[in-house]
Structure formats: C-alpha cells, structure tokens
C-alpha cells in the first residue's frame, strides 16, 4: 500500500510532456476550481427543497442511472456528498492548475468524472455529446505524466529542499537515504502549502455563500389528485396508456416539471392517482410495494399508504405530494 501511494504521489520526469500538457492542465485547473467555488458560493446547491441542489439531481439520476441504488442510499447525506463534490473539485483544480501531486489529482479527476458519467451524464444521447466523458478521457495522460516538472510547485519546492540540504537541483542522486529525505521533506512542505490553499479556498467559498444569503424555502404546493371522464379534452402532459396500469398496480415515470420519479396507481377501475416517489424525511426514492398497498422507503424504513399518499408509519415530514392527473380515451396525463 505505501509503494501505491508513493507511486501515485510520485513525479514523473518528462519535461517535454510536461510542457506539452501545460495549456490542458492550465484549464482543467481553472475550470475545477469555478466549478467547485460555484457550487460553494450557491446555497440552494446544498438546500434540498431547491430545484438546483445535489439532492434534486441525485434523485433525479437515480432511477436511470446504473448505480441509482447507490445514490438512493446516499440522497439522505446529500449535502455531505455536495460537500465532498465541490471539495474534491477545489483539490483537482488546485492540484493541477499549480502543479501540486498532480497525478493524484489526475486520478481524482477520472474518478469524479467517472462518478458523473455514471450518473447525471447517464442518459446523455447519443452518447458522445456526454460531457463527462472527455474530461475522463482527457485525464489520462496526467495519470501517467502528472505536471512532468513543468511550472510545478511541487517541483520548486523540491528543488528548495535540495539547495537546503546542498544538493544541486539537477544532480543525479544515488544515496538512498538522502533521495528519502528530500522526498520526506518536499511531502510534507507540499502538503502544508496545499492544506493552505485548501483551506483560502473552502473559506472564500463558504464567505461567498453567506454573503449571497439563504434563500427562503417555499412550500410546495399540494394538488388534489383527480381524474376526468373519458371522452374529454385531453389537457397537459401524457404519461402513458390506460393498459400500462392495471387495477392495483403502480406505473413509475418521470414528473417533467420537476424532473423527479414518481408513481401513478389506479386504485379502482376508472380512478388515477399519482404521488412523487420522493420520501417526506430525508428525500430517498420509495419503492413500489402497491401489491401490499404501500410505498417502501428503503432508507429509515418510512411507509405510505399507496391509495392516498399519506404517511402511515416510521420517520417522515407528512404525506407524499400529489400529483394532479386526468384520463382522456386510453392515455393519462400530467396536468
């Protein structure tokens, strides 16, 4: 495990590469860094009851995404993941931009990018305008190559730990302990200097967002259920056919105004109902146990009745929220 870190940790020595790749790193840089400050200057990033926050995008990529059971057991630590995302941004950013363990933070760049991929980028069509995608392909060479000692940071402060211990910069060490440690000496300086940084960063956002001040959360308006006489004039969105939900079953689909899943049920022959999956206490998707004539949140054990939505045993902050539904012919719509 030490030998791993050391490698990864470890500068590569190809200069021309280095060089070659500076533009590239010079952005990916720039770009994590806005990205990780935009995120923590924004408050309604880390509100769960705004349109914009990691928790409304976590649930909205977890019944499509191949890891949505993943993200359905970290919705409820949403703004813990938030705060990690926008971390690890400003790390990457850094690391990069100023040439600090920068294959290290190649690596975190795959990995986030990968993370996206998998998720918020999952349903991206076709599937080559998928963002995400490039940034992982493109942080490839810097796993291999790091910042190769051009306009690196680390490399300066390398250098400075040799002149301090009287060895020429450009000299070829075959001392073993020696080489030790310079390595030991440059980590730890390297280290002080990025744990600074880090910190200048996670401050100025977190001054940012206090500055631009919390938005004031307003309640969701609760909308009556309902369903219109077949025959009538079909109004809003169409979610699907008649014959895709059968008397006592639940049809999961996508609200298109909020972007999150829900369920429509018909309950009793000629009656649609609909309500958000999205569980009243920490945001979880509940499952569809309709069959048992509930909804299931698998994360703290929360139960809704699947006729009316209301909450009817373990944690939670009131009823699931209805969804204002209406059948024309064979097809039912979204109002």
Partial sequence: MASLIKRVFAPANSLEAGR????????????????ALTKLTDSTFF???S???????????????????????????????????????????LGLLLGIWSRAAAIGLALVSFS????????????????DLAYLAVAIPFIYVGD??????ETSIRNRVKRELGVSSDKKLSNAPLEAQIERRTFVKTGAV???????????????????GSPVAQPSPSVTASSTPTGAVPTGTKITSVANVPVGSAFKFTDPT?????????????????????????????????????????CHGAQFDAATGAHTRGPGRGDLAKLNVSASGDSIYLA
Avoid at 76 to 93: K, M, N, P, R, S
Avoid at 272 to 279: D, G, K, L, T
Wanted: proline share 6%.
């Fill in 20 to 35: 070659a790749l500076f533009p590239t790193r010079v952005f990916l840089g720039v770009m994590f860094i806005y990205a």
């Fill in 47 to 49: 509100d769960p009851t």
């Fill in 51 to 93: 349109p914009n926050s990691v928790a409304r995008q976590m649930q909205a990529s977890a019944d499509s995404s191949p890891i949505g059971f993943l993200l359905n057991r970290l919705i409820e630590h949403a703004t813990l993941v938030g705060y990690g995302i926008a971390i690890g941004e400003l790390a990457i950013g």
């Fill in 116 to 131: 996206f991929v998998l998720t918020v980028s999952w349903g991206t069509t076709p599937y080559f305008l998928n963002p």
């Fill in 148 to 153: 190769g000692g051009y306009m690196s940071l």
């Fill in 194 to 212: 990025a744990g600074g940084l880090g910190v200048a960063g996670l401050a100025t956002g977190l001054i940012g967002q206090k500055l631009k």
């Fill in 258 to 298: 909020s972007g999150m899943p829900a369920y429509l049920m018909q309950p009793a022959a000629g009656k649609f109902v609909a309500y958000s999956a999205i569980c009243t206490h920490e945001g979880c998707i509940v499952n569809d146990n309709v069959a048992n004539g509930s909804f299931d949140c698998p």
